[in-house]
């Protein structure tokens, strides 16, 4: 199965891609048109030239890429992004740098990948109870450390 995606790019932006026939995320690149230094502890707003129409029942997840975040701490900020079905704007990630030295981001440099996933309509019902379970209210931590 496919989900078909319509995708409208700015002068050229590089089409998302897998870098594996198997890979979950599509690789999104900076469609810049001169570099963007991050210094350490800064972040910026990375534009990629897409826009797309996300089919309803599906939304994109914008997340990080796990080398540059081990190489260099660099990493998507609002990890992860959600891109809703009804949005039509430019899609730009949040990038920020969690390193010790500045990052530069070139035109066409991967830097995050996209992740379409199905999510279910939610209604909320109100309620005096909620079932019983083993862990109840139990929150962090509270099934074990290990």
Same mark, same amino acid.
């Given at each position: 199965?496919?989900?078909?995606?319509?995708?409208?790019?700015?002068?050229?932006?590089?089409?998302?891609?897998?870098?594996?026939?198997?890979?979950?995320?599509?690789?999104?690149?900076?469609?810049?048109?001169?570099?963007?230094?991050?210094?350490?502890?800064?972040?910026?707003?990375?534009?990629?030239?897409?826009?797309?129409?996300?089919?309803?029942? +599906?939304?994109?997840?914008?997340?990080?890429?796990?080398?540059? %975040?081990?190489?260099?701490? @660099? !990493?998507?900020?609002? =990890?992860? &992004?959600?891109?809703?079905?009804?949005?039509?704007?430019?899609?730009?990630?949040?990038?920020?740098?969690?390193?010790?030295?500045?990052?530069?981001?070139?035109?066409?440099?991967?830097?995050?990948?996209?992740? +379409?996933?199905?999510?279910?309509?939610?209604?909320?019902?109100? %309620?005096?109870?909620?079932? @019983? !379970?083993?862990?109840? =209210?139990? &929150?962090?931590?509270?099934?074990?450390?290990?």
């Amino acid at each position: 199965m496919h989900l078909k995606i319509p995708v409208v790019r700015s002068n050229h932006a590089s089409m998302p891609v897998q870098s594996t026939k198997e890979a979950a995320g599509f690789d999104l690149c900076a469609h810049i048109i001169s570099d963007i230094v991050i210094a350490p502890g800064r972040r910026e707003l990375v534009p990629t030239g897409l826009k797309m129409s996300i089919p309803e029942g +599906f939304c994109g997840l914008v997340c990080p890429r796990s080398g540059l %975040a081990l190489r260099n701490g @660099v !990493t998507v900020l609002n =990890a992860p &992004g959600i891109i809703d079905s009804d949005y039509r704007g430019d899609i730009a990630v949040i990038l920020a740098n969690f390193g010790d030295v500045p990052f530069t981001i070139k035109a066409g440099m991967r830097v995050a990948q996209l992740v +379409f996933v199905h999510h279910l309509r939610t209604l909320f019902v109100p %309620a005096q109870s909620l079932d @019983v !379970t083993d862990r109840a =209210a139990g &929150g962090f931590g509270s099934t074990g450390a290990v």
